[in-house]
């Protein structure tokens, strides 16, 4: 079962079962995917629904700082609700042991040294890592392994 369809059951279970704030967000999803399809004319497989779906929950986290920030704690929670919806449909996050040994193949593989590599390992990286772990955290461990010791 494709992610595609298995949003699209997922939408129909919740209109069966009334789940209105579940229903509104698989329908945000639904509307992002179907938008980007659209503009770009091409099918969406899997790894552009977690792209998409990755980006909807970077949007929702930067939007919680911002209602914290504003003593709107009603939004907020409205905001991590929808997250909670979002991650049901990311994979499962890697390990730290599992992001650590990947890392270090591609700082092999990349055949450089140095804070040179940084965008090579990275590159070799994101396909890999893309929704099973944070990027940036990836990122500064990546810095730290390639920088002179």
């Known amino acids: 079962m494709t992610l595609k ?3 699209t059951d997922d939408m129909k279970a919740a209109m069966r079962a009334r789940e209105t ?9 639904l509307a992002a995917m179907k938008q980007r399809e ?10 552009d629904i977690v792209a ?8 929702r986290r930067e939007s ?12 907020s929670a409205a905001e991590q609700a929808e997250i909670a919806v979002l991650q049901e449909y990311m994979p ?25 590599a940084m965008g090579k390992v990275m590159g070799a990286l994101k396909p890999q890592l893309a929704g099973r772990a944070d990027m940036t955290q990836v990122a500064a461990r990546v ?7």
């Not at 659209?38 to 790894?47: F, G, I, M, P, T």
């Not at 499962?92 to 040179?116: K, M, Y």
């Not at 810095?143 to 010791?149: C, D, H, M, V, Y």
């Open 143 to 149: 810095k730290t392994r390639l920088a002179p010791s």
């Open 5 to 7: 369809t298995r949003i």
């Open 38 to 47: 659209v503009d770009e004319r091409v099918e969406l497989s899997d790894a």
């Open 21 to 29: 704030a579940r229903l509104s967000t698989i329908r945000l999803l």
């Open 92 to 116: 499962q996050p890697l390990s730290e042991a599992e992001i650590d040994r990947l890392i270090d193949t591609a700082i092999a593989s990349a055949g450089v040294a140095g804070p040179a």
């Open 64 to 75: 919680i700082v911002q209602f914290d920030a504003g003593n709107r704690p009603e939004l």
């Open 52 to 59: 998409i779906i990755d980006k909807m929950i970077k949007q």
